[in-house]
């Protein structure tokens, strides 16, 4: 299961960002990743691999919310750019493979919403 390694290696680098900040457990009510849609991921297995992965850790119970990333690319041959249709590998304009990924590989952790602990301190 794909969804499940990306899920772990999210919760690990969520757990060490708590850490980081010293959020106190249970604190924390979302986490906001960015992932490529090149992963070609499945968004609710891998929310549901987050979910059961977090448990029994600092990041239990916050909801993973993702961001899919279409994958822009850059043609060599003409210096064209733009969005790809998945999984055409061809330059938008003079159809040639001769093409560099710009994006669509992401698997990134955008930010991390933590409870307000009621004071007005931010
Ligand atoms: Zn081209």
Do not use: N
Not at 30 to 47: E, F, H, K, Y
């Amino acid at each position: 299961m794909h969804e499940f390694s990306i899920g772990d290696s999210i919760v690990r680098s969520v757990i060490e960002e708590l850490a980081r900040l010293k959020t106190p457990p249970g604190a924390l009510r979302s986490v906001r990743v960015a992932i490529g849609v090149m992963r070609q991921i499945v968004p609710d297995t891998l929310v549901f691999a987050y979910e059961s992965l977090s448990q029994d850790t600092p990041a239990a119970g916050s909801k993973l919310v993702l961001r899919a990333v279409p994958v822009m690319a850059r043609c060599t041959a003409c210096g064209w750019q733009g969005a790809l249709e998945v999984p055409l590998f061809l330059c938008g304009a003079c159809q040639s493979g001769e093409i560099e990924l710009m994006t669509g590989m992401e698997l990134q952790l955008e930010s991390l919403e933590v409870e307000d602990d009621g004071h007005a301190e931010h």
